[in-house]
């Protein structure tokens, strides 16, 4: 079995910054790949950006500039830095792994952590 857990949100005035964490533990060959989810009340899911092992990563336009994504491979770690802040980035946020428990599986599995409220003021 595996879980993330994510941590760091709470309330930061709009031009602040945040820095956001998720932690996988439990039966972990590799994780191939990491992302930071947001849903805003009466919007869809959405990405916001995403890393590879190896170190790729992707953004959504609204956030390019602003956030950045790092990983851990070592420490089964994934954190988002959110600089710049705005009321429009206020969201539950959740982080995504896709992993292999083992050196045999075939593919990856898909784990989500349980979300952590970022609130952005104005």
């Known amino acids: 079995q595996v879980q993330l857990v994510g941590s760091g949100g709470g309330l930061v005035q709009a031009g602040g910054s945040m820095r956001l964490s998720c932690a996988a533990s439990?039966?972990?060959?590799?994780?191939?790949?990491w992302g930071w989810y947001r849903q805003a009340p009466g919007k869809q899911r959405e990405l916001v950006a995403s890393?590879?092992?190896?170190?790729?990563?992707n953004y959504a336009d609204s956030v390019k500039g602003r956030f950045t994504i790092s990983r851990d491979n070592a420490k089964n770690t994934v954190v988002l830095q959110m600089n710049s802040l705005k009321p429009e980035d206020t969201a539950v946020y959740y982080c995504n792994a896709q992993l292999r428990s083992r050196w045999y599986d075939a593919g990856n599995t898909d784990y989500w952590g349980q979300g952590t409220q970022v609130t952005v003021s104005s």
């Open positions: 890393i590879t092992r190896s170190g790729s990563t």
């Open positions: 439990g039966s972990i060959f590799s994780i191939d790949h």
